[in-house]
Structure formats: C-alpha cells, structure tokens
C-alpha cells in the first residue's frame, strides 16, 4: 500500500487531503507534517482532521518522517513546496505539486528536480477542471480570431495569487490554440479610459470574496453570440480526490515531470 505524506496538513486543504486518503483504499496517510512551531505536532492527524484517530502523529519537518512516506501531496507556497521537493529528489520520494503562485523561475526548478524523481505538477487537480481545459484548446481552435476572450475567476478571500493558477492555464491553453503568446496578449483587469479592445487580447477578471472555493469562466464573444465555458467547484474535496488520483496514478512510473492531463490520459 502506498504510503502518503500531507505538508501543511493543519490547513484547509491539508485536512481535506487527509480525509480523501482515508477514503482510498488502496492508498494510506504515513505522514502529516505542520509548520515546524505548531502547537499541534504530536496530534493525532485523523483526530485534527475531523475523521478519528489513525495513530499518525503530526510533525515539525519531513525529515522526521523521511522512512514514512512514498509520496507527498504539497498545496502550501512556493517556497515552502520547493524546499520539499528539493528534499524528496535527494530522498528519491515521488511528489505531487498542486501549489499554485510560481514564476517561470520556480516552475524551472520544478522541472529539474522532475529529471531525478516523478513530479505531477498541476495548477488545479479537478478532474472536471482538466476536462474543461481539453473543451477549451477545440473551442479556440474552431472559433479562432473571430472571437474576444475573457476569463473570469472566483476564489476565497483569503486566496494570495491571482489571477489562479487555473484562470492562467486556461489562458495558456487558449492562447496556444491561437498561436498566440499569452505573456503577449495577456491583459489583468482594466480600468479607466482603456480605449477599445484590441482584437488578439486575452483578458482576465479576478474576483475574490467570502467563501468561494473556485469559479472560472472563459467566455467567447462575437457581434451576435458568445459561448461561455465554465467550471464551479462546490468543495476542495474534488482537488483532494484529483490528487489522491494521481498519487494512485504515479506508481512505479519513472522519473519526469508529469500534470493531470498526463494522468487522465488527456493528451494527444
């Protein structure tokens, strides 16, 4: 049985993680690991998530819990997540990145520790999100420049990035289908005397307020119709079970860097 270690499992998606893993039965929680001054560490992790006791105490650092673990699950912050990974490529543990919020810097060093260890890195790990993305890259294909696009996204207010990880690989995948760059045509909110849309943008709204698990929207527009494309997530379970897939997934597969279209089996 795979064994799997949850990183800032105190948190609202650490505690969620930890639930899924419980519910798989072909996989098991070997480590849960908080913040190295926590008043939690040595609680009980099934305790504090809410799903009764499972005899793993939580931990201050991963090396305490080095021998524990197969693979580990991080949603936290870029450098926390890169310190992680640094230490699972010398450990030779196998990772899975949901993390959002990197530069192209950071999401390089990703992609050179993934040379020595398998790594499913992937800015949302909904099955329906990465569905979507698949709707997306034929509808910009098919529709083409005749069509504005904007993205529109809503978070939590106590997300930190924005626009989300997702809303920018939405964008990415659009852009690619219209041989544009998104670094290029790219446009975060407006405001003022703007003047008028240029035909090659894509645009982003970000909203962030309440409770709001994750919304996103990307809408195609022309004189006559537009075509809204759209996913609403209703709780973080749906990322947990995404990532729980993918750790099932990553099982004996060799060292690379791998996202959620790879395990679905989404690419072409």
């Known amino acids: 049985m795979t064994r799997i270690a949850v990183t800032g499992a105190a948190g609202r998606m650490g505690k969620v993680l930890i639930e899924a893993i419980d519910e798989a039965d072909d996989l098991t929680l070997g480590a849960a690991i908080v913040h190295p001054e ?6 009980d992790a099934g ?15 991963i090396a305490d819990v080095r021998d524990a673990f197969d693979v580990l699950i991080d949603f936290t912050f870029p450098d ?44 949302n790990m909904s099955v329906g999100v990465n569905v979507v993305l698949n709707l997306l890259k034929t509808a ?41 760059d998104l670094k290029e045509c790219a446009v975060y909110g407006r405001e003022g005397f703007t003047g008028e849309r240029s035909g090659k943008e894509i645009g982003f709204e970000t909203i962030r ?44 597969k060799p060292a690379g860097l791998y996202d959620m279209q790879d395990v679905l089996s989404l690419k072409d």
């Open 47 to 61: 305790e504090m998530a809410g799903i009764g006791k499972n005899g793993v105490a939580m931990a201050g650092n």
């Open 140 to 180: 910009a294909a098919v529709l083409g420049d005749d069509y504005d696009v904007e993205i529109i996204e809503a978070h939590h207010r106590h997300k930190k990035d924005a626009p989300s990880g997702t809303a920018l690989r939405m964008g990415e995948v659009v852009a690619d289908a219209l041989g544009r």
């Open 209 to 252: 307020a309440g409770d709001v698990v994750g919304d996103h929207t990307v809408l195609f527009a022309t004189m006559g119709e537009r075509i809204e494309i759209t996913h609403k997530a209703s709780s973080r379970m749906t990322f947990a079970k995404g990532a729980v897939r993918a750790a099932r997934w990553l099982q004996g």
């Open 80 to 123: 926390l997540t890169l310190e992680n990974l640094e230490f699972c490529g010398r450990a030779g543990k196998a990772v899975i990145i949901g993390t959002t919020g990197m530069t192209d810097a950071e999401k390089e060093q990703v992609a050179m520790v993934g040379e020595r260890i398998p790594v499913v890195f992937a800015p």
């Open 38 to 43: 926590s008043s939690l560490i040595g609680v």
